[in-house]
């Protein structure tokens, strides 16, 4: 019974963690401001209500992988739980650099480097997890498609 509460414990962190470092860059940051409204936007461009509810999916399947990687251990483990917390920091950086410091090509950097991180990530994650590694693939699907509007924002503006 001991090892199902603290693998218990362990899915609701691995769960936790993402959504709040999610929910903390989306809160202070502003897609709303005068600076981004200004921008024309590409045809394809997702609606913000859109936008919010695939990145919280996203962030809870980010989550369950954790933890399929975690219940096998940490110790054993730290290198793809290290590119992990990698590569949410730089999911997290991507919106302060585009939104607040209002960077086009700055957005579309993070955005190459996060892929790198998020590819690399879900690969040792593979190996250690077949699931954790798929549960990874509509994180990547989905960087590829914000890429393409953040590249449609650089040619259109």
Same mark, same amino acid.
């Given at each position: 019974?001991?090892?199902?509460?603290?693998?218990?414990?362990?899915?609701?962190?691995?769960?936790?963690?993402?959504?709040?470092?999610?929910?903390?860059?989306?809160? &202070?940051?502003?897609?709303?401001?005068?600076?981004?409204?200004?921008?024309?936007?590409?045809?394809?461009?997702?609606?913000?209500?859109?936008?919010?509810?695939?990145?919280?999916?996203?962030?809870?399947?980010?989550?369950?992988?954790?933890?399929?990687?975690?219940?096998?251990?940490?110790?054993?483990?730290?290198?793809?739980?290290? &590119?992990?917390?990698?590569?949410?920091?730089?999911?997290?950086?991507?919106?302060?650099?585009?939104?607040?410091?209002?960077?086009?090509?700055?957005?579309?950097?993070?955005?190459?480097?996060?892929?790198?991180?998020?590819?690399?990530?879900?690969?040792?994650?593979?190996?250690?997890?077949?699931?954790?590694?798929? &549960?990874?693939?509509?994180?990547?699907?989905?960087?590829?498609?914000?890429?393409?509007?953040?590249?449609?924002?650089?040619?259109?503006?």
């Amino acid at each position: 019974m001991e090892d199902k509460y603290r693998n218990f414990i362990k899915l609701i962190i691995s769960i936790i963690v993402p959504l709040i470092v999610g929910f903390t860059s989306g809160f &202070l940051t502003d897609p709303t401001s005068e600076w981004f409204l200004s921008l024309q936007g590409p045809f394809f461009q997702p609606p913000g209500w859109l936008i919010s509810i695939v990145w919280t999916v996203l962030y809870i399947l980010m989550g369950i992988a954790l933890y399929f990687v975690w219940k096998k251990g940490f110790s054993e483990n730290k290198k793809p739980i290290a &590119l992990f917390s990698i590569q949410l920091a730089i999911n997290f950086s991507w919106s302060f650099v585009f939104f607040t410091f209002q960077s086009l090509w700055g957005g579309l950097i993070v955005m190459l480097i996060m892929l790198f991180f998020v590819v690399w990530t879900a690969w040792e994650f593979y190996k250690v997890s077949k699931k954790a590694g798929y &549960l990874f693939i509509p994180y990547i699907v989905w960087i590829f498609i914000a890429m393409s509007v953040n590249i449609a924002f650089i040619i259109l503006n």
